[in-house]
Nanobody, 127 residues
Framework: QVQLLESGGGLVQAGGSLRLSCAAS????????MGWFRQVPGKEREFVAA????????YYADTVKGRFTISRDNAKMTVYLQMDNLKPEDTAVYYC????????????????????WGQGTQVTISS
């Protein structure tokens, strides 16, 4: 059974930092591209960042570029999202996702390409 378990969410002030983790089990993690998405009530789930299966390629939404960093540790089957200089508009539920059949050493930015999803972790940024 595939499981993706996010952790690290919480409440921080604007300008602060958080590090999200997503621990995977039940899948060939090193074969999967991994992504982070976020969602606020009433809006569609939006792409945040993604990383290829070897970690050689990373992708970011324009809204987080330069502030967020995605990384992975295949030995620990974990993907991370380091979030710095957080803004109130970053408030959302953050989800990690796995694409078990990525195209080459790339990672998609569409949620439709991801087959497995975690339950999400709440991130709240106060102004």
């Amino acid at each position: 059974q595939v499981q993706l378990l996010e952790s690290g969410g919480g409440l921080v002030q604007a300008g602060g930092s958080l590090r999200l983790s997503c621990a995977a089990s039940g899948l060939s993690f090193s074969r999967c591209a991994m992504g982070w998405f976020r969602q606020v009530p009433g809006k569609e789930r939006e792409f945040v960042a993604a990383i290829s299966r070897r970690g050689s390629s990373t992708y970011y939404a324009d809204t987080v570029k330069g502030r967020f960093t995605i990384s992975r540790d295949n030995a620990k089957m974990t993907v991370y999202l380091q979030m710095d200089n957080l803004k109130p508009e970053d408030t959302a539920v953050y989800y990690c996702a796995a694409d078990w059949a990525p195209l080459g050493d790339t990672a998609p930015n569409s949620p439709r390409e991801y087959e497995y999803w975690g339950q999400g972790t709440q991130v709240t940024i106060s102004s």
